[in-house]
């Protein structure tokens, strides 16, 4: 039975020949095959890591100016970008924790949309995600689903996890709980205004766009109509949907205003039921283009040609509209140019949020690229 000898003992002699031997032995038949023994390299030291200080020494400013400029704050668009090119050159990485700390901000931005289904949100969010991500801020991308109760729970989620502030496409603007939530949290609503005070808003000129798509449909010749719109049976003051009707007694239309979800399927179950009906309306007006597609998948289901003889109207510039057959061509906004200067505002309220609160601004336009589109010829037999 083997016996375990204390560590140090000498082994007898035979054991230390015989090891001697086979390391011997080894070694001999490794070099005879050509094989090299490893070599023990040294372990390769990191660099040093830059920091800010080196940062504001390679561009002559103060580190205080440097912080700001990464920020996208307090500073001017050519410093930032001095700056941000210096970083990356010397490949300064900012330490998020330390910043957090001591600023008491994460450096995330909420971005809460009402559907996620709606194609014209999804370009939303990464317009603003880009634009987030350029000034070193990163978008916490939420969807509600379509849900106005799941929205203002996950925007109270959002500010639990400490985000900055809040960008929410709101699908009941009225509820009051937004400016109870506004008072702990920068918002900044798309689409409708909300009550109370915000951080900023961006709302589009949607009595404009409804006034456009009507007039047009009436030129057109259509006196019945169907609006299909995202709107909710459980919020339905949404001041879009009540300029419907009373632009529609002015014209002398015969409107119909049907809640449709922005998803395919659902969208084309819903116009399929409205088009199936023996007094069908001659042409649907579709608050996004995302309802249109649904629209047109529907009116294909059914032997409808388009615009033959039902016509459609959208209200997005969604590129895939132009790849409809027949094409959902765009037409002008109700502002013309104003389009592009909504656009490049869109994202100033969200930036004002990550600095100290700021009197509610209120941004007015079509809205960032919001536009009608239209797949019609005049109706036929009277429309």
């Given at each position: 039975m083997a016996t375990h000898r204390p560590l140090g003992t000498e082994l007898p002699l035979g054991w230390r020949h015989g090891v001697a031997s086979w390391h011997t032995a080894a070694a001999t038949t490794w070099l005879a095959k050509g094989w090299q023994f490893p070599r023990l390299e040294k372990v390769p030291q990191q660099p040093k890591r830059a920091t800010i200080r080196d940062?504001?020494?390679?561009?002559?400013?103060?580190?205080?100016?440097?912080?700001?400029?990464?920020?996208?704050?307090?500073?001017?668009?050519?410093?930032?970008?001095?700056?941000?090119?210096?970083?990356?050159?010397?490949?300064?990485?900012?330490?998020?924790?330390?910043?957090?700390?001591?600023?008491?901000?994460?450096?995330?931005?909420?971005?809460?949309?009402?559907?996620?289904?709606?194609?014209?949100?999804?370009?939303?969010?990464?317009?603003?995600?880009?634009?987030?991500?350029?000034?070193?801020?990163?978008?916490?991308?939420?969807?509600?689903?379509?849900?106005?109760?799941?929205?203002?729970?996950?925007?109270?989620?959002l500010r639990d996890q400490r985000v900055d502030g809040l960008i929410v496409q709101p699908l009941d603007p009225s509820d009051e709980r937004w400016s109870q939530l506004a008072e702990s949290l920068p918002v900044v609503s798309i689409g409708d205004a909300l009550p109370g005070e915000a951080a900023g808003e961006v709302v589009f000129d949607n009595r404009a766009g409804v006034t456009l798509a009507l007039e047009h449909l009436h030129d057109l010749g259509h006196r019945r109509i169907?609006?299909?719109?995202?709107?909710?049976?459980?919020?339905?003051?949404?001041?879009?949907?009540?300029?419907?009707?009373?632009?529609?007694?002015?014209?002398?239309?015969?409107?119909?205003?049907?809640?449709?979800?922005?998803?395919?399927?659902?969208?084309?179950?819903?116009?399929?039921?409205?088009?199936?009906?023996?007094?069908?309306?001659?042409?649907?007006?579709?608050?996004?283009?995302?309802?249109?597609?649904?629209?047109?998948?529907?009116?294909?289901?059914?032997?409808?040609?388009?615009?033959?003889?039902?016509?459609?109207?959208?209200?997005?510039?969604?590129p895939m509209s132009a790849l409809l057959t027949p094409a959902l061509k765009a037409l002008p906004p109700p502002h013309g140019p104003a389009a592009a200067p909504a656009r490049a505002r869109l994202h100033r309220p969200a930036r004002r949020t990550l600095a100290a609160r700021p009197e509610p601004e209120r941004l007015r336009g079509p809205g960032p690229g919001r536009c009608l589109r239209s797949g019609n010829e005049p109706a036929r037999g009277g429309g």
């Open positions: 940062v504001a020494e390679a561009t002559g400013l103060s580190p205080a100016a440097v912080s700001y400029a990464l920020r996208g704050i307090q500073t001017s668009e050519e410093t930032q970008e001095r700056v941000r090119r210096a970083a990356a050159e010397l490949g300064y990485k900012v330490d998020r924790i330390a910043r957090a700390l001591a600023s008491g901000r994460t450096g995330t931005v909420g971005l809460l949309f009402g559907s996620l289904e709606d194609l014209w949100q999804q370009l939303l969010g990464v317009g603003i995600g880009s634009a987030l991500l350029a000034r070193d801020h990163y978008a916490l991308l939420v969807d509600a689903a379509g849900d106005p109760e799941r929205e203002l729970l996950l925007a109270h989620q169907g609006v299909l719109t995202p709107t909710q049976p459980s919020t339905p003051d949404r001041p879009a949907d009540i300029h419907v009707t009373a632009e529609a007694e002015r014209l002398g239309l015969d409107v119909s205003i049907i809640s449709s979800p922005p998803a395919l399927a659902a969208a084309t179950e819903v116009a399929r039921e409205v088009l199936s009906k023996a007094d069908r309306p001659t042409a649907l007006f579709c608050f996004a283009d995302s309802i249109a597609y649904g629209a047109y998948a529907a009116a294909r289901e059914l032997g409808l040609r388009i615009p033959d003889e039902v016509s459609v109207s959208g209200y997005d510039d969604h």
